[in-house]
């Protein structure tokens, strides 16, 4: 039992390029969420699945897209990566929406 | 939602109690603790929650006063791998739960050592 996982561990991306980072879960979870968290802040929501099916924007959504594959898994795309979205991605899961959440171990992402 | 108010590190002898505090003197009354750890370059990892009673778990204790005002959480054997930023959030259990902030704040940085 992995729990969550995320790919890739590390990206380094020039302004301008675009990629998905993706995350899948083996708790038969219903919900996912996707954070960013930022040196010496907190965490910040980005998107949210509160179902397979579903999708909704958190916090700071702009700048980036999100899929529900399947129940399992939830990935998270940058069209056009900017600077400003350096930072620790975190992908969650919970087994309902108003559920304890489990992390994913981060992806760290650098856009020069 | 309420703030909290956490010393930034503390330090606890391998095999002791770690005892950490947490202010929230403005909690409201529909708002839970909740506990977070962080240990370096992994994602939060949630600990323990109450609302007004104390509560334990296989990982924690969590002893809130009575009159909400603070809270300590009480790991009774750290170990080495305890060794992680500890966060105190309060927040209503609907918006902790609903996909919503988790604003974890600085919190403590606890170390432990051999």
């Known amino acids: 039992n992995a729990g969550v996982t995320q790919t890739p561990k590390f990206q380094v991306l020039k302004t301008g390029q675009s990629m998905t980072l993706q995350c899948a879960q083996d708790?038969?979870?219903?919900?996912m969420y996707w954070y960013r968290q930022d040196p010496g802040m907190g965490l910040r929501l980005i998107y949210y699945?509160?179902?397979?099916?579903?999708?909704d924007k958190g916090e700071v959504p702009n700048g980036y897209n999100v899929s529900r594959l399947n129940k399992r898994e939830f990935s998270l795309r940058l069209e056009s990566a900017a600077p400003s979205q350096t930072s620790v991605y975190f992908c969650?899961?919970?087994?309902?929406?108003?559920?304890?959440?489990?992390f994913g171990p981060g992806t760290r992402l650098t856009v020069l | 939602d309420a703030k909290t108010t956490q010393p930034p590190s503390m330090d606890c002898a391998e095999g002791r109690a770690a005892n950490l505090p947490c202010n929230h003197s403005?909690?409201?009354?529909?708002?839970?603790v909740y506990w977070y750890r962080q240990i370096h370059s992994q994602g939060p990892q949630y600990i323990i929650h109450?609302?007004?009673n104390n509560e334990t778990n296989e990982m924690a204790s969590l002893i809130i006063t009575e009159d909400r005002k603070s809270s300590t959480l009480i790991l009774p054997h750290a170990t080495l791998r305890d060794t992680a930023v500890y966060y105190c959030?309060?927040?209503?259990?609907?918006?902790?739960?609903?996909?919503?902030?988790?604003?974890f704040g600085q919190g403590t940085e606890l170390s432990v050592k051999p």
């Open positions: 969650a899961s919970s087994l309902a929406f108003k559920d304890t959440q489990y």
């Open positions: 708790m038969n979870h219903n919900s």
């Open positions: 699945s509160a179902s397979e099916g579903t999708t």
């Open positions: 403005t909690i409201s009354g529909n708002e839970y």
């Open positions: 109450g609302l007004k």
């Open positions: 959030i309060v927040s209503p259990f609907e918006a902790h739960n609903q996909g919503g902030k988790l604003i």
